[in-house]
Every structure is written in C-alpha cells, then in structure tokens.
C-alpha cells in the first residue's frame, strides 16, 4: 500500500510529502485499505469455520483505527480496562471481546463484566477466583478459558517469546486439566476454552502448529472429562518483514496449515493476531533536521526519537527508511538518530540509504503495529499526530500533543 509513483511515496494514492507538510513531523500514517485488507485475509480463511479474529488492540489502539475493524465485524483481544474503554468508545462489540493478560485488577474484571466481554483468557488460579468472586458481586456467570502454556520455543526475540516454561505467561500444560477440575468449584465461572500464545514476530509458524496440536489434544482431555469446551484461542503472533531479506509468511498460508489442524475438533476458533494487520499499514515519517559527521560515524539527525518509535532501540529491531521523494542520489550509510539525549536514541544504525539531507522527509516503514502505543514523552516530547488514509483521502485521526498536553493532571 506504500509504494512509490513518479519518484513520490505514496499511501495508497495519497502523497506522504503532502501529509507531512500539512500535518507536521513526527507523524505516524495508516492504511484503512492495508488494514482491512490483513483483517479480511484472516477472516476469509478461516471461511465456513465457526470463528472470531480478535485482533489484538495493544498492537494499535488508536480509535479510528479500532472503529475501522469494528465495522468490519472484529473482535479484540484486549489487555486492560483501557483498551476496554477504547474499544467501547469505538463501537467494537463487547459480545466479540476477549479479556487475556496476567495482571486484571478487580476494577477491570468488574468493568469487563458489566460490559458483556465473551470470555477472558485466565493466566492463574487466584484470578480464576478473583473473577469467580466479582461474578458471584454483579450476578453474572463468567466464561472462562485458561491460558497454557505449551512448552514451544517460538524462536523469535527473546523479550517477545512468550511460551517456555520459565515465561511469567500461561499455566503450565500439564498442570492445566488439574486446574480445570479445580476450577469446578467456582459456581460462576463456565470453562468454555483453552487458549495459547507462544510469542509474536513469528516468521515459521511451525512452532504455532505445534502448540495448537498440543493444545487440541488437552481439548479432547478435558472434553473427555466432560467440561464443555466450545472454542479453542491459538492467539496472536505471526510475523511481518521489517526488511527485504525477510519472507513473511502469508495469512492465508498460515490460517490453511491451522485450518487443517483444528477444522475436525468442532470448535469455535479464535486468533488474535496484532502486528500481521496493523505493522505493514502504517509508517512514521520524520523531518532530518541535521547532517553531521564524526571521525568514526555519518549521523542523519531527524525530528523522530526513540520516545515516537522505541523498537530498534529496545529490540535492536529493523525498520526500512525511505526517502519520499525518490531521487536516486547517492547512497550513504549513517546512523539515523532522533533528539533525545541517549546513545539509545537510535532509529537506524550503519544504514545503507538515501543521501538525506536537512529539511528532506523520510519514511520509517512497518511502523503501524507497536508503534504510537509504545510512544512516551520522554524529554518532554509531545507525542505525534496519526493521520488515516483511504485512497486519495486523508484525514488528522489524533492531533499533534501541546505543550499543554504534556502537563495535564499536574500541578506545583
Ligand atoms: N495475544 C496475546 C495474548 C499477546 O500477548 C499478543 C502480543 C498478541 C495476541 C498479539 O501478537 P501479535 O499478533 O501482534 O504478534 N512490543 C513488541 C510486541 C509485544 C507483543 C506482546 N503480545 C514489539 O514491538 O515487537
């Protein structure tokens, strides 16, 4: 959806120089069509399949973003009374949501609650009783699945590896039908699934397939115990390619090898994939402010830091940049760093790329999932605009942060 015409960058069929010049730098750009396009890849897959893709709201939680997916029929997998509160400011169906992540505080299980979630993905036994309890409170009967954890390395990075048995996530697969049956107990709560996630980034999903067979058989256990599991999560997690040496594994490539796997089990299936709909929507485009060049380095200085984009710095990961306007110049290779005032405030390191100079715009790609939500305002940095695009049109979807913004709630 980003593609170059006459030597200009294009969103869609929207120029990205246009946007940048009118709604300023840092400013993050996204795709409706990218994103129901990676929504539909899923949904079409999975086809005559009883099915709900919950696309996971921490990977993009911008509301038009989130009300872009409700209209087309998304569920979400949130991990936060917040991401609750956004999704219903969105007009996302409580019906379609569910609940995962280990720490739900009381508030958050009786909000969820009152608001008619589907299920929540339960990661212990003291929460298992904490819903339990909040149930019994607002007279409601909760639906439950617990999340194990399958013992499969996903082989990815190790800070977004989620499910060896030293991760904090998930209940032990073996221990799992023990705790089922313990589960019994509590009167208003229903087992209605199992659900796992074994990591994200994922670019051989083998290690997925591998965990849903593991999954499906403690299924047939615990359905064999006569606990009446209806739906079976197999989360979120499949990979994009940051870069051009790395191959992606297509949806509906993925979807058909897991289709094959759970299509006989006769249950509901539920994925909540994040970073395969959102990250190749989007892109943050940044100013270069500066050139400069040390003994030992080339420096492009650009108005972009780690506080609108922190992954090359906390997961050393790589991002494409690219110019918007294409001239073909000179390549050089430099190191593209923002304003803050860290060693780690690092977008690109040693790139080979365009002979960017000040004033031009660059283009940081695959930058729409875990992107804004990780944003900060470290230094004091206002957080950027986002801007949607649908074809030629486009629009400010959240403004620029002010100065003011930045002290809101404080006071001397
Ligand atoms: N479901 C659960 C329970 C999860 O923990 C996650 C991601 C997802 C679904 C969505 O996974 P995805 O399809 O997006 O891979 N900040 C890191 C990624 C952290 C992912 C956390 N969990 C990054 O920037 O790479």
Known sequence: MFHYENGKLLCEETSLEEIAREAGTPCYVYSSKSILDAWQA???????LPHMVCYAVKANSTLAVLSLLARAGSGFDIVSGGELFRVLQAGGDPAKVVFSGVGKTVAEIELALRSGISNF???????????????????????FSLRVNPDVDAATHPYISTGLRDHKFGIDIHEAPAVYARARRFSNLRAAGVSCHIGSQILDYSPILEAAGKVLSLIEQLQAEGL?????????GLGIAYQASEQAPAIHDFI????????????????????SIVGPSGVLLTKVLYRKNSPAKEFVIVDAAMNDLIRPSLYKAHHEIRPLQNGGGAAI?????????????????????ADAQPGDYLAIS????????QASNYNSRPRPAEVLVNGEQWRVVRQRESYNDLIKGESV
Do not use: K, Q, W
């Open 256 to 275: 058909g090898a897991l289709r094959d796997r759970v299509e006989r089990a006769g249950l509901t299936v539920m994925i909540e994939p994040g970073r």
């Open 333 to 353: 290779v430099a190191d593209v760093v923002g304003p803050v005032c860290e060693t780690g405030d690092f977008l690109a390191r040693d790139r080979e790329m």
């Open 228 to 236: 009446p599991i209806d739906h079976v999560d197999l989360g979120g």
């Open 366 to 373: 695959s930058a729409g999932a875990y992107g804004f939500v």
């Open 42 to 48: 899923y949904d079409a897959a999975l086809g005559d």
């Open 121 to 143: 993905n339960c990661e212990s036994e003291g929460e298992l009783a904490e819903i339990d309890a909040a149930a019994g409170r607002l007279g409601v009967t909760a639906r």
